[in-house]
Protein backbone atom coordinates (compact mmCIF):
# COMPACT_ATOMS: atom_id res chain seq x y z
CA UNK A 1 0.00 0.00 0.00
CA UNK A 2 1.26 3.50 -0.78
CA UNK A 3 0.99 5.71 2.71
CA UNK A 4 0.28 9.37 2.10
CA UNK A 5 2.91 10.04 3.60
CA UNK A 6 5.23 8.25 0.49
CA UNK A 7 3.15 10.36 -1.48
CA UNK A 8 3.72 13.84 -0.09
CA UNK A 9 4.96 16.34 -2.46
CA UNK A 10 8.42 17.97 -1.92
CA UNK A 11 7.98 20.84 -3.01
CA UNK A 12 5.41 23.14 -0.46
CA UNK A 13 1.50 23.24 -1.82
CA UNK A 14 0.54 26.49 -3.10
CA UNK A 15 -0.98 28.89 -2.49
CA UNK A 16 -0.59 28.84 1.25
CA UNK A 17 -3.70 29.43 2.56
CA UNK A 18 -5.10 31.78 5.43
CA UNK A 19 -8.61 31.08 6.92
CA UNK A 20 -11.21 29.10 6.67
CA UNK A 21 -10.62 26.27 4.38
CA UNK A 22 -13.23 24.74 2.19
CA UNK A 23 -12.74 21.38 0.75
CA UNK A 24 -15.35 19.14 -1.23
CA UNK A 25 -14.97 15.56 -0.26
CA UNK A 26 -17.50 13.10 -2.96
CA UNK A 27 -19.50 16.24 -3.94
CA UNK A 28 -20.03 17.32 0.28
CA UNK A 29 -18.42 20.39 1.58
CA UNK A 30 -15.89 20.74 4.72
CA UNK A 31 -13.81 22.73 6.05
CA UNK A 32 -10.96 23.44 8.44
CA UNK A 33 -11.16 26.84 10.29
CA UNK A 34 -8.25 28.78 10.79
CA UNK A 35 -6.33 28.01 13.97
CA UNK A 36 -3.93 29.76 15.56
CA UNK A 37 0.20 28.90 15.33
CA UNK A 38 0.54 27.56 18.97
CA UNK A 39 -1.87 25.05 18.25
CA UNK A 40 -0.74 23.91 14.67
CA UNK A 41 2.84 23.52 16.22
CA UNK A 42 1.71 21.56 19.05
CA UNK A 43 -0.22 19.17 16.65
CA UNK A 44 2.62 19.55 13.99
CA UNK A 45 5.65 18.48 16.39
CA UNK A 46 3.64 15.33 17.70
CA UNK A 47 2.42 14.21 13.87
CA UNK A 48 -1.08 14.26 15.14
CA UNK A 49 -2.81 14.45 12.48
CA UNK A 50 -6.04 13.12 13.78
CA UNK A 51 -6.39 16.38 15.90
CA UNK A 52 -6.40 18.08 12.80
CA UNK A 53 -9.46 15.77 11.29
CA UNK A 54 -11.22 16.59 14.65
CA UNK A 55 -11.20 20.24 13.85
CA UNK A 56 -12.73 20.00 9.94
CA UNK A 57 -16.38 20.77 10.15
CA UNK A 58 -18.09 17.97 9.38
CA UNK A 59 -15.99 15.65 10.94
CA UNK A 60 -19.16 13.83 12.73
CA UNK A 61 -19.85 12.99 9.26
CA UNK A 62 -16.61 10.83 9.03
CA UNK A 63 -16.90 8.82 11.96
CA UNK A 64 -20.59 8.36 10.64
CA UNK A 65 -19.37 7.16 7.33
CA UNK A 66 -15.96 5.47 8.69
CA UNK A 67 -18.87 2.85 10.68
CA UNK A 68 -20.50 2.24 7.31
CA UNK A 69 -19.10 -0.82 6.31
CA UNK A 70 -21.08 -0.49 2.87
CA UNK A 71 -19.05 3.01 2.86
CA UNK A 72 -15.73 3.45 0.91
CA UNK A 73 -14.51 5.74 2.55
CA UNK A 74 -12.01 4.78 4.89
CA UNK A 75 -9.07 6.30 7.63
CA UNK A 76 -7.00 6.23 4.18
CA UNK A 77 -9.12 8.76 3.04
CA UNK A 78 -9.28 10.62 5.92
CA UNK A 79 -5.69 10.42 6.82
CA UNK A 80 -4.68 11.64 3.19
CA UNK A 81 -7.31 14.65 3.12
CA UNK A 82 -5.81 15.66 6.08
CA UNK A 83 -2.73 15.85 5.45
CA UNK A 84 -3.62 17.67 2.46
CA UNK A 85 -4.98 20.54 4.19
CA UNK A 86 -2.52 20.67 6.56
CA UNK A 87 0.28 20.95 3.67
CA UNK A 88 -1.91 24.11 2.29
CA UNK A 89 -2.03 25.94 5.41
CA UNK A 90 1.82 25.59 5.77
CA UNK A 91 3.21 25.78 2.11
CA UNK A 92 4.74 22.78 3.53
CA UNK A 93 4.91 19.16 2.72
CA UNK A 94 3.79 17.20 5.96
CA UNK A 95 7.20 15.55 6.64
CA UNK A 96 8.97 19.02 6.40
CA UNK A 97 6.24 20.62 8.53
CA UNK A 98 6.37 18.29 11.21
CA UNK A 99 9.81 18.16 11.74
CA UNK A 100 10.28 22.24 11.44
CA UNK A 101 7.35 22.05 14.48
CA UNK A 102 9.42 19.98 15.95
CA UNK A 103 12.61 21.86 15.93
CA UNK A 104 10.25 24.71 16.69
CA UNK A 105 9.06 22.92 20.35
CA UNK A 106 12.85 21.73 20.94
CA UNK A 107 14.48 24.62 20.36
CA UNK A 108 11.94 27.53 21.34
CA UNK A 109 14.31 29.41 23.73
CA UNK A 110 16.40 30.06 21.20
CA UNK A 111 13.94 30.75 18.16
CA UNK A 112 11.42 33.17 19.72
CA UNK A 113 14.14 35.57 20.71
CA UNK A 114 15.74 35.31 17.36
CA UNK A 115 12.55 36.28 15.71
CA UNK A 116 11.46 38.94 17.97
CA UNK A 117 15.11 39.98 17.06
CA UNK A 118 14.46 40.07 13.44
CA UNK A 119 11.26 40.50 13.08
CA UNK A 120 10.91 43.83 15.00
CA UNK A 121 10.19 42.13 18.55
CA UNK A 122 6.99 40.33 16.85
CA UNK A 123 5.81 37.01 18.91
CA UNK A 124 5.78 34.24 15.90
CA UNK A 125 3.02 32.56 17.47
CA UNK A 126 0.84 35.80 16.49
CA UNK A 127 2.17 34.98 12.96
CA UNK A 128 0.11 32.43 10.54
CA UNK A 129 1.71 29.23 10.73
CA UNK A 130 3.39 28.82 7.03
CA UNK A 131 5.58 32.15 8.38
CA UNK A 132 6.61 30.28 11.80
CA UNK A 133 7.55 27.31 10.16
CA UNK A 134 9.23 29.33 6.74
CA UNK A 135 11.33 31.27 9.69
CA UNK A 136 12.60 28.15 11.26
CA UNK A 137 13.90 26.48 7.81
CA UNK A 138 15.67 30.10 7.43
CA UNK A 139 17.66 30.04 10.65
CA UNK A 140 18.44 26.24 10.02
CA UNK A 141 19.76 26.80 6.99
CA UNK A 142 21.70 29.97 8.46
CA UNK A 143 22.87 27.68 10.91
CA UNK A 144 24.93 25.09 8.26
CA UNK A 145 28.58 25.78 8.63
CA UNK A 146 30.17 25.64 5.35
CA UNK A 147 32.91 22.90 4.18
CA UNK A 148 36.84 23.27 3.89
CA UNK A 149 36.33 25.73 0.61
CA UNK A 150 34.34 28.04 2.98
CA UNK A 151 30.67 26.98 0.80
CA UNK A 152 27.13 25.49 2.43
CA UNK A 153 25.62 24.17 -0.60
CA UNK A 154 26.55 19.90 0.60
CA UNK A 155 25.32 21.07 3.91
CA UNK A 156 22.32 22.72 3.34
CA UNK A 157 21.57 19.61 0.45
CA UNK A 158 21.71 17.72 3.31
CA UNK A 159 19.63 19.48 6.04
CA UNK A 160 16.69 19.42 2.66
CA UNK A 161 17.22 15.70 2.67
CA UNK A 162 16.73 15.08 6.28
CA UNK A 163 13.90 17.64 6.63
CA UNK A 164 11.57 16.52 3.73
CA UNK A 165 12.62 12.97 4.06
CA UNK A 166 8.86 10.81 4.10
CA UNK A 167 7.60 10.23 7.51
CA UNK A 168 6.40 6.60 9.00
CA UNK A 169 3.03 6.16 10.11
CA UNK A 170 2.39 7.38 13.79
CA UNK A 171 1.02 5.06 16.65
CA UNK A 172 -2.80 4.37 16.35
CA UNK A 173 -3.25 5.06 20.54
CA UNK A 174 -1.57 8.54 20.11
CA UNK A 175 -3.84 9.27 17.21
CA UNK A 176 -6.89 8.39 18.96
CA UNK A 177 -6.47 8.41 22.76
CA UNK A 178 -8.37 12.06 22.36
CA UNK A 179 -11.54 11.17 19.94
CA UNK A 180 -14.78 12.45 22.09
CA UNK A 181 -17.54 10.26 21.30
CA UNK A 182 -20.27 12.49 21.45
CA UNK A 183 -23.39 9.39 21.03
CA UNK A 184 -23.76 5.76 20.78
CA UNK A 185 -23.70 6.03 16.55
CA UNK A 186 -20.34 7.36 16.90
CA UNK A 187 -18.74 4.92 19.42
CA UNK A 188 -19.31 2.70 16.25
CA UNK A 189 -17.36 4.52 14.44
CA UNK A 190 -14.89 5.78 17.05
CA UNK A 191 -14.52 1.18 16.69
CA UNK A 192 -13.88 1.35 13.67
CA UNK A 193 -11.46 4.02 12.54
CA UNK A 194 -9.47 2.25 15.65
CA UNK A 195 -9.72 -1.07 13.90
CA UNK A 196 -8.64 0.69 10.54
CA UNK A 197 -5.89 2.46 11.82
CA UNK A 198 -4.38 -0.76 13.61
CA UNK A 199 -4.88 -1.95 10.06
CA UNK A 200 -3.08 0.81 8.51
CA UNK A 201 0.15 0.67 11.31
CA UNK A 202 0.53 -2.88 10.11
CA UNK A 203 0.72 -2.53 6.43
Request: net charge negative.
Amino acid sequence: MTTPDDAAPTEPAWPPHTGFLAIDVDAEPYGLPEQPADWWIGVLSTSDWWAIAQKVDGFDTWCLRLADVDDAFDLDDVHAITLALAEHVCALSWPAAVRLAASIRAQWLHFDPWVATECGGTDPLTMPVRRVLALMWHLLRATVEPDKDGKTEQGIARLESQVWAPLALPDSTDLLDDLSVPDPAEEAAFSAAMNQMAALTRT
